[in-house]
C-alpha cells in the first residue's frame, strides 16, 4: 500500500523547483480561474515558513495590503503555482517568522542578503 501512494505523489511533483529560503522576497505567480476563463494573479510578499517534504510541501508568504497583513499557503509542487521569482533574499536566523505578523513599519522589515 505504501509504494502505491509513493508512485502517486513522485508522478504529482514538479521536475523544477525553485530555491528560496525563509525570508526571502518572492513573487508568485498563480493561475486563478474565473468562470471559464483563467488569468494569472501576482502575490508578492516575504516568506515566513517553508514546511513538509515531497509533495506535500508548502510554503506561506505574507504582504501587506492596505494595512492590512494578508497571508497566503502555496503548495509548493501544485499545477496552480506557476512559478516562484526571487525578488530579493533575506538574512534571518529563523526557520519560522512568526514574530513579524505582530509588527507594521520598518521594525516588520528584513534584512536584505549580501553575497
Do not use: C
Not at 511533483?13 to 525563509?22: C, G, H, I, S
Not at 502575490?43 to 517553508?50: D, I, N, P, R
Not at 508568504?61 to 509542487?77: A, D
Amino acid at each position: 500500500m505504501n509504494n502505491i501512494i509513493k508512485n502517486i505523489e513522485d508522478a504529482q511533483m514538479k521536475a523544477e523547483v525553485p530555491q528560496f529560503n525563509v525570508g526571502d522576497t518572492v513573487r508568485v505567480s498563480a493561475k486563478i480561474k474565473e468562470g471559464n476563463r483563467e488569468r494569472t494573479q501576482v502575490f508578492e510578499g516575504t516568506v515566513l515558513k517553508k514546511q513538509g517534504t515531497g509533495v506535500r510541501a508548502t510554503f506561506t508568504v505574507r504582504k501587506i495590503s492596505n494595512g492590512v497583513g494578508v497571508e497566503k499557503t502555496w503548495p509548493l509542487h501544485s499545477p496552480i503555482v506557476e512559478k516562484v521569482d526571487v525578488v530579493r533574499r533575506g538574512k534571518v536566523r529563523r526557520a519560522k517568522l512568526n514574530y513579524l505578523r505582530e509588527r507594521t513599519g520598518k521594525s516588520a522589515k528584513v534584512k536584505e542578503l549580501v553575497r
